[in-house]
């Protein structure tokens, strides 16, 4: 778990950095469409600017999902990159702030709706005939070109 963050601490115009590596069980997301594996690196500062608390997120992850066309799990590599977060104050109660469940959402976002296997499933040529047959239909039949 993250460390909480003291907004008094803040008010001088201090920066607050942080520098965490967490399980994958952090993201608490373990299905067969979606789980997590390795260390989840968050590092960043929160600080205060106007009625507003900053976070500013770097962070990485790495997802097991299985690949859209041959179903073999994958892995993908979850980046975040100086995020920007802001929280409004008057949201904070008691002035300390709790960034878990804001940083999990902000990675869980981050997740494609879907992946491919090293980027180009090998076998997508092969499997083409059985996916989205729909899709064929916008085209028009090869005999109907030639006339
Ligand atoms: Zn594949």
Not at 85 to 91: D, G, I, S
Not at 131 to 144: G, M, N, R, T, V
Request: proline share 5%.
């Amino acid at each position: 778990m993250l460390d909480k963050i003291y907004i008094d601490r803040l008010k001088s115009g201090n920066c607050d950095e942080f520098d965490q590596v967490l399980p994958s069980s952090f993201l608490d997301v373990d299905e067969d469409e979606l789980s997590f594996c390795g260390d989840i690196k968050v590092h960043g500062k929160a600080y205060l600017s106007g009625d507003h608390l900053t976070l500013q997120l770097n962070a990485s992850a790495t997802a097991q999902m299985p690949c859209r066309i041959c179903n073999q799990v994958t892995r993908v590599t979850i980046e975040l990159k100086n995020s920007c977060m802001p929280v409004a104050l008057e949201e904070i109660k008691g002035a300390v702030f709790n960034p878990n469940e804001l940083v999990r959402e902000i990675i869980l976002a981050e997740v494609p709706a879907q992946t491919e296997c090293k980027g180009n499933c090998p076998l997508r040529e092969e499997l083409k005939p059985f996916l989205k047959e729909e899709e064929e239909i916008y085209f028009p039949f090869k005999d109907l070109e030639e006339k």
